[in-house]
């Protein structure tokens, strides 16, 4: 076990379970002697509430998927309450010391007894889904019943403890998942300034890639992809507006979807912006981001975007298996005029790859648009006003923000918000004029047409395309507080635009630093861009785990 004991109970677990977990015999006479009294009584208590394994673990745990961890508590070699154990010591040895990773901001008072109810579960009955006794991180800008503020990141959300869980958290509690605590983000989703620097929130600090500590986890959902990565759990969920799970799992080397708009609810998730916002998974394996968009999926009445009938019931992800690529019609997407040329010799092998299993790859592009970003850029900060707003109305009793105004005057007065960039992002949409605005109406028209029906769509149609690859970003960039976030290319704004999914999964190291491989399809196609993202990892080689350099730059 990693970490040092923290308590009488841990200590108990040190002294009967081995890394193996396998049982040590009690020293003869220990029952009869004063001094081990309390130890043996604790023991008592510990297996009286998680039977210890009968068999050693054959799996690394900060490794492991949540199919493989599923199988070890399945065949009784590890419980949910030792797994949990297991990933709060890691925690406690990497998070705020040792490498300082910064990934999590908040852990679940209640994992433990979680931990417990689910393996009495599995015992008495039977696991209620794949995910039964699995440790989950959530990032803090998603509500949970715990006792855990949802802060977004920031300081004027410190006591937003709402006692309510999200429709997709409730979800995963009830297929049997552990929420085992909340993850640092980039404040506001990295929507307060265009000068900021992913992975920094006032409450959580700054987020470290664990591939090189001087280097950014990117965002918004910096600490689920830290966390995932670094083994502090078996998955986690991010959310996305514009890049904000794609990228971090890219420069992470982990796999995320952004899933369709809409199929997964948005209720009680701190917003950006209705037209873009989704929750998604981050896990190892497009296979365990299935499990989870299983459990996660489904419509909510109060989120009239999941509520659309195409799309995928739950159910459906639990089926998903790896697509047959032979035959498989792929569309070769490509930075412009070799804007990122370090990543070709990872991207031209991975198409070799895809070709020599079979898939038909086609060479396209997608139409050149420059306004995009700028009509994307004014739909965000139009509905971030509303979005936001609406939220913190309804937020925790006790704050004192309750609106986007309220939020520039917090952040106005509390040094500790603004001594690194500003609020630019947020100063521009409290001057928006409303979601009736003739502009904004306009730059959603258009921008939705041009990525969606003119974008991906047409591009599909016309080519008789199954689905888009291409890199999802360049490999990470040494962190700045003076310019910001370095930005290099990315495929991810035509699939948030249009809400479509992306998934983007690992396709190799750039001197030691791993880079994604992204498939787009079309709207709710996110089932079988998981099953194509299976099947890519079936024949390409796994990303090596992080080591925590401080950097990967030559020594001078």
Same mark, same amino acid.
């Given at each position: 076990?990693?970490?040092?004991?923290?308590?009488?109970?841990?200590?108990?677990?040190?002294?009967?379970?081995?890394?193996?977990k396998?049982?040590?015999?009690?020293?003869?006479?220990?029952?009869?002697?004063?001094?081990? @009294?309390?130890?043996?009584?604790?023991?008592?208590? %510990?297996?009286?509430?998680? &039977?210890?394994? /009968?068999h050693a673990?054959?799996?690394?745990?900060?490794?492991?998927?949540?199919?493989?961890?599923?199988?070890?508590?399945?065949?009784?070699?590890?419980?949910? +309450?030792?797994?949990? @154990?297991?990933?709060?010591q890691?925690?406690?040895?990497?998070n705020?010391?040792?490498?300082?990773?910064?990934?999590?901001?908040?852990?679940?008072?209640?994992?433990i007894?979680?931990?417990?109810?689910?393996?009495?579960e599995? #015992?008495? #009955?039977?696991?209620r889904? &794949?995910?039964?006794?699995?440790p989950?991180?959530?990032? !803090?800008?998603i509500?949970t019943?715990?006792?855990?503020?949802?802060t977004?990141?920031?300081?004027?959300?410190?006591?937003?403890i /709402?006692?309510?869980?999200s429709?997709?958290?409730?979800? =995963?509690?009830?297929?049997?998942?552990?929420?085992l605590?909340?993850t640092?983000?980039s404040?506001?989703?990295?929507?307060?300034?265009?000068?900021?620097?992913?992975?920094?929130s006032?409450?959580?600090? $700054?987020?470290?890639?664990?591939?090189a500590?001087?280097?950014?986890a990117?965002?918004?959902?910096?600490?689920?992809?830290?966390?995932?990565?670094?083994? =502090?759990?078996?998955?986690? %969920?991010?959310?996305?507006?514009?890049?904000?799970?794609?990228?971090?799992?890219?420069?992470?080397?982990?796999?995320?979807?952004?899933?369709?708009?809409?199929?997964?609810?948005?209720?009680?998730?701190?917003?950006?912006?209705?037209?873009?916002?989704t929750?998604?998974?981050?896990? @190892?394996t497009a296979? !365990?981001?299935?499990?989870?968009?299983? +459990?996660?999926?489904?419509?909510?009445?109060?989120?009239?975007?999941?509520? !659309?009938?195409?799309? %995928?019931?739950?159910?459906?992800?639990?089926?998903?298996?790896?697509?047959?690529?032979?035959?498989?019609?792929?569309?070769?997407?490509?930075?412009?005029?070799?804007?990122?040329?370090?990543? !070709?010799?990872?991207?031209?092998?991975?198409?070799?790859? $895809?070709?020599?299993?079979?898939?038909?790859?086609? *060479? %396209?592009?997608?139409?050149?648009?420059?306004?995009?970003?700028?009509? *994307?850029?004014?739909?965000?900060?139009? *509905?971030?006003?509303?979005?936001?707003?609406?939220? =913190?109305?309804?937020?925790?009793?006790?704050?004192?923000?309750?609106? =986007?105004?309220?939020?520039?005057?917090?952040?106005?007065?509390?040094?500790?918000?603004?001594?690194?960039?500003?609020?630019?992002?947020?100063?521009?949409?409290?001057a928006?004029?409303?979601?009736?605005?003739?502009?904004?109406?306009?730059a959603?028209?258009?921008?939705?047409r041009?990525?969606?029906?003119?974008g991906?769509?047409?591009?599909?149609q016309?080519n008789?395309?199954?689905?888009?690859?291409?890199?999802?970003?360049?490999?990470?960039?040494?962190?700045?507080?003076?310019?910001?976030?370095?930005?290099?290319?990315?495929?991810? /704004?035509?699939?948030?635009?249009?809400?479509?999914?992306?998934?983007?999964?690992?396709?190799?190291?750039?001197?030691?630093?791993?880079?994604g491989?992204?498939?787009?399809?079309?709207?709710?196609?996110?089932?079988?861009? $998981?099953?194509?993202?299976?099947?890519?990892?079936?024949?390409?080689? &796994? +990303?090596?785990p992080?080591?925590?350099?401080?950097?990967?730059?030559?020594? &001078?």
């Open positions: 076990m990693d970490g040092e004991p923290q308590s009488l109970i841990d200590k108990v677990f040190l002294l009967l379970f081995v890394h193996e396998k049982i040590l015999p009690i020293p003869k006479g220990c029952t009869q002697s004063m001094k081990f @009294r309390p130890l043996v009584l604790a023991a008592m208590f %510990v297996l009286s509430v998680c &039977p210890p394994s /009968t673990q054959t799996i690394p745990l900060q490794t492991a998927t949540i199919q493989q961890l599923d199988a070890e508590l399945a065949a009784g070699r590890l419980t949910s +309450v030792q797994l949990v @154990r297991f990933y709060l890691r925690i406690r040895r990497l705020k010391t040792g490498p300082a990773l910064h990934a999590i901001i908040a852990i679940n008072p209640d994992a007894a979680e931990a417990q109810a689910s393996d009495r599995r #015992r008495q #009955r039977r696991p889904s &794949p995910l039964e006794g699995i989950i991180l959530i990032k !803090d800008n509500e019943a715990d006792p855990m503020a949802t977004a990141g920031s300081l004027a959300l410190a006591d937003n /709402t006692h309510r869980d429709p997709l958290v409730a979800r =995963l509690r009830a297929a049997g998942a552990i929420i605590g909340k640092n983000l404040e506001w989703a990295d929507l307060r300034s265009g000068q900021a620097t992913s992975g920094w006032a409450v959580g600090g $700054l987020a470290r890639n664990p591939y500590l001087d280097r950014s990117c965002g918004s959902s910096s600490g689920s992809g830290v966390a995932v990565a670094a083994g =502090l759990a078996a998955a986690a %969920v991010g959310t996305e507006t514009d890049g904000s799970i794609t990228c971090p799992s890219s420069m992470n080397g982990l796999t995320g979807l952004k899933p369709s708009v809409g199929q997964i609810p948005r209720t009680y998730v701190v917003p950006i912006a209705h037209s873009q916002d929750p998604g998974p981050i896990a @190892r296979a !365990d981001a299935a499990l989870m968009m299983a +459990v996660m999926s489904g419509p909510d009445p109060r989120d009239p975007a999941s509520l !659309d009938h195409g799309a %995928v019931p739950g159910p459906a992800f639990s089926t998903v298996t790896p697509a047959n690529l032979r035959g498989v019609r792929l569309g070769v997407l490509r930075f412009a005029n070799d804007s990122v040329p370090i990543i !070709d010799p990872a991207y031209n092998a991975a198409l070799a790859r $895809l070709s020599a299993a079979g898939a038909v790859l086609v *060479e %396209v592009k997608l139409p050149d648009q420059p306004k995009i970003e700028t009509d *994307e850029l004014l739909v965000l900060e139009t *509905e971030m006003k509303v979005d936001l707003s609406a939220y =913190l109305r309804g937020a925790a009793p006790g704050l004192t923000v309750r609106s =986007l105004a309220d939020l520039i005057a917090f952040n106005q007065r509390t040094p500790a918000e603004l001594h690194l960039f500003g609020q630019d992002l947020f100063v521009a949409s409290q928006t004029k409303g979601l009736d605005d003739p502009a904004y109406l306009s959603r028209a258009e921008s939705l041009l990525t969606g029906a003119e991906i769509d047409k591009l599909l016309d008789h395309l199954d689905a888009l690859v291409a890199p999802t970003t360049g490999p990470t960039w040494k962190m700045d507080f003076v310019y910001g976030d370095t930005n290099p290319a990315a495929f991810t /704004t035509f699939p948030a635009i249009a809400g479509y999914p992306h998934l983007s999964t690992p396709m190799g190291t750039v001197h030691g630093l791993p880079v491989l992204s498939i787009i399809g079309p709207k709710w196609s996110d089932a079988k861009v $998981l099953a194509l993202g299976e099947a890519w990892q079936a024949i390409s080689p &796994p +990303v090596p992080p080591t925590f350099p401080a950097t990967v730059d030559p020594a &001078p």
